[in-house]
């Protein structure tokens, strides 16, 4: 589903920007608001003992619909949205979730007990997501050429959680996905910022509400991700 859904976004930024270079005749399609793609790196606070996260692997892509809306005639803009996000936390020490406890939580255990030949664990979550806040430009009439600085709240609901594992067996490659919630904290709430010029910005998130449902994650974790990065804006 989660690819199905990328795929379809994907087009459609493909689609609009054939569009508005077929010909020189034609005049550029005037579409309201702008498609936002972001690119960035998960880190989490408050991990739980065999949570050992890698870098390259522990990845988000946002892909938002934003509707800027101009307050007056003033240097702000009101910035409502929604959208998708994407994450993936990566487990160099190829650990993943066992088997359910009796008290309601998911351990995580090593993945070569249930696996062997493993050399690949992740964690997948996917959001539906809206986001909301107030950006500044310095020239809200020429935005290609602004310095805009943007804060804001977003919330999501998760719509797609499993783990996903890759073990060799009997010289074949196998990959092992898990699509059940794993104790995922099924609505969250957090903080961004944003700053750049033009279509090209930094980002940062950080989620405020934990990764796990209380007493559902592994070891009783309060872990918390926040996610650095880069964005483009069209």
Sequence with gaps: MTRIVFVLLLSLLMSVSVLAQTTKKVARPDIPGSFVFDFGFNRARLIPPNFKQGFWGSRTVNLYYQYPLRIARTKFSFVPGIGL????????????????????????????????????????????????????????????????????????????????????????????????????????YGVYGRFGIGGFNFFTFYNLSPLFEKAKGPDATLMTTFTVGVFIKG
Aim: avoid cysteine; charge should be positive; hydrophobic fraction near 35%.
């Design 85 to 188: 996000s994407l994450e993936r936390f990566k487990l160099v020490n190829n650990y993943t979730f066992g088997p359910v406890n009796p008290d309601g939580s998911f351990p995580l255990v090593a993945a070569n007990t249930l696996y062997p030949g493993i050399y690949k664990s992740m964690i997948v979550t996917n959001y539906f997501e809206l986001p909301v806040g107030f950006r500044f430009d310095t020239h809200p009439e020429d935005i290609a050429r602004s310095l805009s600085v943007s804060l804001g709240g977003r919330v999501g609901l998760l719509f797609d959680g499993f783990t996903k594992v890759k073990y060799k067996q009997d010289g074949e490659t196998k990959t092992i996905k898990d699509k059940q919630n794993h104790g995922l904290n099924p609505f969250r």
